[in-house]
């Protein structure tokens, strides 16, 4: 009988053994999982910023090309500085619209503006 109690604790340090290295693997498939969906994230984040860099440069290609084929205006006609500076303006004015940060999200747990004015 000591013999078949010696086997039995042996088994039973083994499933004890196999028990911890899976919640150690757990811990750690939670952790790679965490890390991977950041990269992610930061990943999307540049994306979006790169696309608008691609869409700002595609537009002033293509104002730069639509300038070279149009004939010269005489200088009396010629746009003035003013005009340049608002046309740059409303540039710049569409860029931040697309790269400002997006406005915080409502989680379960916190409060809606709607619910915070009652």
């Not at 004890?16 to 952790?31: D, I, K, P």
């Not at 697309?98 to 747990?109: D, Q, S, T, V």
């Amino acid at each position: 009988m000591f013999g078949k109690n010696l086997h039995l604790n042996a088994l039973q340090s083994r499933k004890q053994l196999l028990l911890a290295e899976s919640e150690l693997h757990r811990v750690q498939l939670a952790q790679d999982w965490q890390s991977a969906r950041q990269e992610v994230q930061a990943l999307a984040r540049q994306a979006r910023t790169m696309s608008c860099l691609v869409a700002v440069g595609t537009t002033l290609l293509a104002g730069l090309a639509a300038g070279r084929r149009s004939q010269s205006v005489p200088v009396a006609e010629k746009p003035s500085w003013l005009g340049k500076l608002l046309k740059g303006a409303a540039l710049v004015s569409t860029c931040w619209t697309i790269l400002r940060p997006p406005p915080p999200r409502h989680g379960p747990g916190q409060p809606t503006p709607e619910s915070s004015r009652t």
